[in-house]
T-cell receptor
């Protein structure tokens, strides 16, 4: 089946540690995105990538980093510089041309204590 | 960043009732998308709209792209318990690669 996978579903870390969230897609989509969702809030864009080896900052990139070495993969690292990292993280992908609707993965809930 | 104004924030309805929710902006959008999110899951795309005035259905769901291009509406007819969830609107402005999201409408359906 084609789709987007995120792992793990739940992640727990101690404050001060970096943590990497995985996102893989087999939809052959060019673009991939990372969003953060907090309770009662809409989705806020962290980073996005149109093509391999290129990515752009979204609205809340501080304290996060990404890489895009393969078309299928777009991992997100939450660094110790992120002041409030506990949140639900969503990965999405889309075609880049035409009617490029974004499709989402199941999400990773990160808890930092 | 910009956000869309989505209303109502929450709705409590009886099974079988129809539901209406909307999304507005002070800016013009070229694309409107409606998503549904179940608790602890990723949003699922319900309907995509690309032309002003467009009316599109997906089963019991109908969405419209407002004539002014500054708003969109989602209607659910004859609601059932599995309609429970949070409904998000999202829009894309011309020349932008990014989606702007509303804060969601939380729907509760009482059987």
């Amino acid at each position: 089946d084609g789709g987007i996978t995120q792992s793990p579903k739940y992640l727990f870390r101690k404050e001060g540690q970096n943590v990497t969230l995985s996102c893989e897609q087999n939809l052959n989509h060019d673009a991939m995105y990372w969003y953060r969702q907090d309770p009662g809030q809409g989705l806020r864009l962290i980073y996005y990538s149109q093509i391999v080896n290129d990515f752009q900052k979204g609205d809340i990139a501080e304290g996060y980093s990404v890489s895009r070495e393969k078309k299928e993969s777009f991992p997100l690292t939450v660094t110790s510089a992120q002041k409030n990292p506990t949140a639900f993280y969503l990965c999405a992908s889309s075609r880049w041309t035409g009617r490029n609707e974004q499709y989402f993965g199941p999400g990773t809930r990160l808890t930092v204590t | 960043g910009q956000q869309l104004n989505q209303s109502p924030q929450s709705m409590f309805i009886q099974e079988g009732e129809d539901v209406s929710m909307n999304c507005t902006s002070s800016s013009i959008f070229n694309t409107w998308l409606w998503y549904k999110q179940d608790p602890g899951e990723g949003p699922v795309l319900l309907i995509a709209l690309y032309k002003a005035g467009e009316l599109t259905s997906n089963g019991r769901l109908t969405a419209q792209f407002g004539i002014t291009r500054k708003d969109s509406f989602l209607n659910i007819s004859a609601s059932i318990p599995s309609d429970v969830g949070i409904y998000f609107c999202a829009g894309r402005q011309g020349g932008s690669e990014k989606l702007v999201f509303g804060k969601g409408t939380k729907l509760t359906v009482n059987p």
